[in-house]
C-alpha cells in the first residue's frame, strides 16, 4: 500500500491550454473523488467514481471538465481551454466504501498554475 | 449558507493548553463528520470520524458531536507547536458517501 498518488505534482499552463491530471487510489478502495482546493478554502467536491462508474458530479463542474476511471483503477480529470480561474490544487482522494469511518486518503495534490 | 461552517481564525493557544476547535452544519441528513489536519501545502490527513452523539477520545483528541444542535468540535489536549496546522470540519451524508467540507480553522500554538 503506497498510498494516494497524483501526477503531476506541479503544472504551469498558459491559458486556453488543455491539461490532464492522474490519480492512482490506494489498490483495494472501490471509491475515487477529485475536489479542488484554493488558498484559505476547503476542499470543494468536484466528481466521485465507485469503480468505473462515475455517480456524482458538481454543478460548479463546467464542460470543460471531464473525469475518467476506465478500468476502475486509476482516474484522470482534464480540463480544456483552461482559464486562470482554474488555478489551484486538485487533489484526489479514494476509500472503501465498506469502511464506515475511514473517510477518505488523500493523495499529494497536483497544483494547477494557469498563466 | 455553507453546508459545513468554521471559524477561520487562527486560533492562537501556548503550547500545553487545549485548543477548541468548533464545526457547524446545516443538512440534518448529515451522519458522518470528520476532523482533518493539513499543514501548509501540503494535503488534509484524517484525524478523527465521530457519527455518534457524545464524545470519542484518541489519545489526545477528542471530537464531540451534538446532532440536535447540528455542531462538531474537536478538543486537542497538551497542545504542541507541531499541531499548528488548519484544521478542517467535514461531513457527510449516507446517501452521497461524498465529503463537503468546512473552510478550515488555522490554529497557531506559541511555544
Known amino acids: 500500500d503506497t498510498g494516494v498518488s497524483q501526477d503531476p505534482r506541479h503544472k504551469i499552463t498558459k491559458r486556453g491550454q488543455n491539461v490532464t491530471f492522474r490519480c492512482d487510489p490506494i489498490?483495494?478502495?472501490?471509491?475515487l473523488y477529485w475536489y479542488r482546493q484554493t488558498l484559505g478554502q476547503g476542499p470543494e467536491f468536484l466528481t466521485y467514481f465507485q469503480n468505473e462508474a462515475q455517480l456524482e458530479k458538481s454543478r460548479l463542474l463546467s464542460d470543460r471538465f471531464s473525469a475518467e476511471r476506465p478500468k476502475g483503477s486509476f482516474s484522470t480529470l482534464e480540463i480544456q481551454r483552461t482559464e486562470q480561474g482554474d488555478s489551484a490544487m486538485y487533489l484526489c482522494?479514494?476509500?472503501?466504501?465498506?469502511?464506515?469511518?475511514?473517510?477518505?486518503?488523500f493523495g499529494s495534490g497536483t497544483r494547477l498554475t494557469v498563466v | 449558507q455553507k453546508e459545513v461552517e468554521q471559524n477561520s481564525g487562527p486560533l492562537s493557544v501556548p503550547e500545553g493548553a487545549i485548543a477548541s476547535l468548533n464545526c457547524t452544519y446545516s443538512?440534518?441528513?448529515?451522519?458522518?463528520f470528520f476532523w482533518y489536519r493539513q499543514y501548509s501545502g501540503k494535503s488534509p490527513e484524517l484525524i478523527m470520524f465521530?457519527?455518534?452523539?457524545g464524545d470519542k477520545e484518541d489519545g489526545r483528541f477528542t471530537a464531540q458531536l451534538n446532532k440536535a444542535s447540528q455542531y462538531v468540535s474537536l478538543l486537542i489536549r497538551d497542545s504542541q507547536p507541531s499541531d499548528s496546522a488548519t484544521y478542517l470540519c467535514a461531513a457527510r451524508m449516507d446517501s452521497s458517501y461524498k465529503l463537503i467540507f468546512g473552510s478550515g480553522t488555522r490554529l497557531l500554538v506559541r511555544p
Open positions: 489498490s483495494e478502495h472501490n471509491r
Open positions: 443538512d440534518r441528513g448529515s451522519q458522518s
Open positions: 482522494a479514494s476509500s472503501l466504501v465498506e469502511q464506515l469511518g475511514y473517510g477518505y486518503t
Open positions: 465521530i457519527y455518534s452523539n
